[in-house]
């Protein structure tokens, strides 16, 4: 790390404003501009590195970076880009899934609001989900992964694989209960 990332990250964690602003301006547009590289839309890049920088400045006391300020945030970026993709194909393999379900000759203008509302409340629903709990239920319902490849995958237990689906699934039911 060099002598100006130490200083950077030592005026973050004081609180000092002026660094974190200074930061902002440094990177802002070149955040912006990586994340289009994963995502093709400026205003969801643009949040994506707002929250970022939010992230940043809210966990300042507590950050850990051990390579450089830039590489750090860049990698926050990526990530949170790969999260905004995972999170559309989920919902839209849950789309095809609800299509599939039904014939379409059966589907008629009131079906078709009553399902987009679905859809709409469904994704709203799974972003309030804690993130684990999104991501395992999401492997499992969306991508089609058994209890063991979700547990192998994310180093976790199968049982705790269980667990954070029942989870999901009743704060989905709770949170979409008007569509029962």
């Known amino acids: ?4 990332d130490q200083e950077l990250l030592s005026g973050l964690t004081e609180g000092n404003v002026d660094t974190f602003s200074l930061l902002c301006t440094a990177y802002y547009k070149e955040m912006v501009v990586f994340g289009r590289r994963y995502l093709h839309q400026q205003t969801v890049c643009e949040d994506i590195v707002q929250s970022v920088f939010t992230n940043l400045w ?10 450089s300020l830039k590489s750090y945030l860049f990698v926050s970026v990526r990530n949170r880009c790969l999260d905004e993709i995972r999170r559309r194909d989920s919902v839209h393999a849950y789309q095809i899934y609800i299509l599939s379900c039904a014939p379409r000759e059966e589907l008629n203008t009131e079906n078709d609001i009553l399902h987009a509302d679905l859809c709409l409340h469904l994704e709203k629903a799974l972003r309030k989900l804690p993130e684990i709990n999104r991501e395992v239920f999401e492997l499992n319902r969306f991508k089609g992964l058994k209890y063991r490849e979700i547990a ?5 237990s199968e049982r705790m694989v269980e667990t954070l689906i ?6 989905l039911r709770k949170r979409l209960r008007e569509f029962r």
């Open 1 to 4: 790390m060099s002598i100006n």
């Open 152 to 156: 192998h995958l994310l180093n976790i």
């Open 58 to 67: 809210n966990d300042r006391k507590v950050l850990a970076i051990e390579t």
């Open 166 to 171: 029942e989870k999901a699934l009743l704060l």
